[in-house]
T-cell receptor, first 111, second 114 residues
Framework: DAKTTQPTSMDCAEGRAANLPCNHS???????VYWYRQIHSQGPQYIIH???NNETNEMASLIITEDRKSSTLILPHATLRDTAVYYC????????????FGKGTRLSVIA | EAQVTQNPRYLITVTGKKLTVTCSQN?????MSWYRQDPGLGLRQIYY???????DKGDVPEGYKVSRKEKRNFPLILESPSPNQTSLYFC?????????????FGQGTRLTVV
């Protein structure tokens, strides 16, 4: 699986959009980009995933660059409950591959 | 409600005393796995199972066993726990392995071995 690079930490004001970047310059054509988050020591929570196209769901939007070497997770209106560690993961498929969690980005949403 | 349930949530035990951490999912998922999380090392996969009676080692399997006799259950067994197995453990399941599928995680089991 491709390696990802994320900033160690970020701050965001409550109510503003949080934009979390991720670099995956060695991503291959059959690898998806996944985002998970972990609030304190709870189990990781799936947010969104994508292959080439931008994706949106009720939690967030995922913007993937045309060359697929980077992506941005957007939380449109961050709340205090969005404070968590956010993990960007690229994962090949089909077949078994574990989710390889890096160190992620610690997002602090500030009132 | 779709969920992955782990028990116990917290456990303190002594070195060498066999223990089992249970994991159950109600989503009819084929794929289940166990992770451990340690400060500075992140989440690492211990074992996984593609389906009933099919299990395989992850990145850090030493000192652990698993079984998959039923689709919904995937217990983690520590035959002779040691202090270096003190960690936060997560069970996860997904509909199938590979890309394009989301994984559901349990709430975690914090294990302390003294």
């Amino acid at each position: 699986d491709a390696k990802t690079t994320q900033p160690t930490s970020m701050d965001c004001a409550e109510g503003r959009a949080a934009n979390l970047p991720c670099n995956h310059s060695t991503i291959s054509g059959n690898e998806y980009v996944y985002w998970y988050r972990q609030i304190h020591s709870q189990g990781p929570q799936y947010i969104i995933h994508g292959l080439k196209n931008n994706e949106t769901n009720e939690m967030a939007s995922l913007i993937i660059t045309e060359d697929r070497k980077s992506s941005t997770l957007i939380l449109p209106h961050a709340t205090l409950r969005d404070t968590a560690v956010y993990y960007c993961i690229v994962r090949v498929g089909p077949g078994n591959t574990p989710l390889v969690f890096g160190k992620g980005t610690r997002l602090s949403v500030i009132a | 409600e779709a969920q992955v349930t782990q028990n116990p949530r917290y456990l303190i035990t002594v070195t060498g005393k066999k223990l089992t951490v249970t994991c159950s999912q109600n989503m009819n998922h084929e794929y289940m796995s166990w992770y451990r999380q340690d400060p500075g090392l992140g989440l690492r996969q211990i074992y996984y199972s593609m389906n009933v009676e099919v299990t395989d080692k992850g990145d850090v399997p030493e000192g652990y066993k698993v079984s998959r006799k039923e689709k919904r259950n995937f217990p983690l067994i520590l035959e002779s726990p040691s202090p270096n197995q003190t960690s936060l453990y997560f069970c996860a399941s997904s509909l199938r392995s590979g890309a394009g599928t989301e994984a559901f995680f349990g709430q975690g089991t914090r294990l302390t071995v003294v």
